[in-house]
């Protein structure tokens, strides 16, 4: 007889900063950018046995490009049939990604067996740094106060510095206002991000603070000016118990030579 049993955990997957360009053959200081998500997408498909969800957490694209949106999600689909979801970047454009989203991408909230995924905007058209209006923080809030569910709560910006000066500069402007918030909610399990390019991690009174490394460049974590890491492209997973509980990792795609100017002051 089938078995009806319920699976033990859900397990999710963080890509993130994938810049993809108007055109496929588009590149980024060097690297082509749907070249290093495809690398990306191989290595989890060899690598993850199940994925029940993606979320991608901002700068889909590099500069707002519609076919950049349009392509995103075929793409990923096109390796993982999961559920997906993204939320937008400083580089990107909300409403056009809206638009590109339609019913086929969740950009809001999430509510799975155990857990809830709830998503943030901290994008400020127009400006690199991070923020979150108010109608987030109400958001926020309402998601919280109607669901007591272990949530995983993901923006694109840091909410905090991460130690590296240059992109500290950006961090989400009342980032403090929303470590504070979360603290008061005790199923709050983490908050994750993107924007900066490295791994971090760490701790807020009773939640983790989670950064993802990108699917393209790598910035050089502890650098006071902008500087490239030679790490390569990978992705966060996540092993959401049916406890409340879970683990968390990082995986990389394999040596491999992009052509990335390490020289570059910016981009």
Request: hydrophobic letters at 35%.
């Amino acid at each position: 007889m089938p078995s009806n049993d319920k699976p033990a955990s859900i397990r999710l997957i963080q890509i993130t900063d994938c810049h993809l360009g108007e055109e496929p053959d588009s590149e980024l200081l060097g690297l082509n950018t749907d070249e290093s998500l495809d690398d990306v997408l191989h290595l989890l498909t060899a690598t993850e046995q199940r994925i029940d969800m993606v979320v991608a957490s901002g700068d889909i694209a590099s500069g707002a490009h519609a076919a950049a949106y349009q392509r995103f999600p075929s793409t990923v689909r096109a390796s993982i049939a999961a559920p997906l979801a993204w939320l937008p970047g400083n580089h990107d454009q909300r409403d056009m990604m809206r638009s590109a989203a339609g019913d086929h991408v969740l950009m809001d909230y999430c509510e799975l067996p155990h857990w809830q995924i709830i998503l943030l905007d901290s994008s400020v058209p127009g400006y690199e740094h991070g923020d979150l209006e108010e109608g987030e923080f109400l958001r926020l809030r309402q998601y919280l106060e109607a669901c007591n569910k272990p949530a995983l709560v993901f923006v694109h910006h840091q909410p905090l510095p991460v130690g590296s000066h240059w992109i500290d500069q950006y961090v989400i402007r009342k980032g403090q206002q929303l470590l504070d918030t979360l603290a008061t909610y005790s199923q709050v399990k983490a908050l994750v991000w993107g924007h900066v390019h490295q791994e971090f991690n760490g701790h807020f009174s009773h939640f983790q603070l989670l950064a993802t490394p990108s699917t393209c460049i790598q910035f050089k974590p502890g650098s006071y000016d902008f500087a490239l890491d030679d790490c390569m492209p990978g992705y966060r997973w996540f092993e959401l118990g049916n406890d409340g509980e879970f683990t968390t990792g990082v995986e990389r795609v394999a040596e491999k030579h992009y052509g990335i100017d390490f020289q570059s002051l910016g981009y």
